[in-house]
C-alpha cells in the first residue's frame, strides 16, 4: 500500500496580519465597545479561491458582513492536494474583532 500525501490548503500570508490589515471595524460596534468573535466557513476551490463563506456563529449583521468582505477580497490560496490530485476543501475561521485595537 502506498503512503497517503496529503497537504491543506495554504494561504499565502499570515492570516491574523492579513486579517489586520484588510479589517474596518464597524462604526455602531466602536460607539457601542462591541467585542467578540465571528465563526466563518468557506470552501477553497480547486483554483485556490474562497467560494460559499458562510457565518456560522455571528456578533451581528454589521460584524457578519464585514467578515463576509473580508473573506470574499482573499488573495488566491494553494489548495489542498492528496495523491497528487488537487481537491476542494472546507475552512473554519474564527475572526475576533477587539475595539481595543481600533
Not at 492570516?15 to 467585542?35: F, W
Not at 449583521?61 to 473573506?71: G, P, S, Y
Amino acid at each position: 500500500k502506498l503512503a497517503e500525501c496529503f497537504e491543506p490548503a495554504r494561504f499565502p500570508m499570515e492570516m491574523e496580519k492579513y486579517l489586520r490589515l484588510i479589517m474596518i471595524y464597524p462604526k455602531i460596534g466602536l460607539n457601542k465597545g462591541t467585542k467578540g468573535v465571528v465563526d466563518v466557513e468557506f470552501a477553497i476551490n480547486r483554483e485556490g479561491r474562497v467560494d460559499r463563506p458562510v457565518i456560522l456563529k455571528g456578533l451581528g449583521e454589521n460584524f457578519d458582513n464585514e467578515v463576509i468582505r473580508m473573506v470574499e477580497a482573499m488573495p488566491r490560496w494553494t489548495p489542498q492536494e492528496q495523491n497528487g490530485y488537487i481537491m476542494e476543501t472546507k475552512f473554519l475561521l474564527p475572526v475576533e474583532f477587539k475595539w481595543k485595537e481600533f
